[in-house]
């Protein structure tokens, strides 16, 4: 994974990989619903997008099934 850009909340990310951790190899991620839960765990201000962007990139790298619903 790259190195973050100094506007990206580390909480947020941390989040993120729990998320996709949690949910196994054989599940597909709904970024909505990812988007939903990090909102919900975290106080990030990054946007919507940000967030979308973020855990497609950590999606991808796990190998894991997105569906891009947001």
Do not use: F, Q
Request: net charge neutral; proline share 1%.
């Amino acid at each position: 994974m790259r190195d973050l850009p100094k506007d990206v909340d580390a909480d947020a990310v941390i989040e993120i990989g729990r998320y996709l951790d949690d949910r196994g190899k054989g599940a597909r991620i709904s970024v909505h619903e990812a988007i939903r839960i990090v909102r919900k765990k975290t106080r990030t201000k990054l946007t919507d997008a940000g967030l979308e962007e973020l855990i497609v990139e950590c999606a991808a790298a796990r190998h894991l099934a997105i569906v891009l619903d947001s």
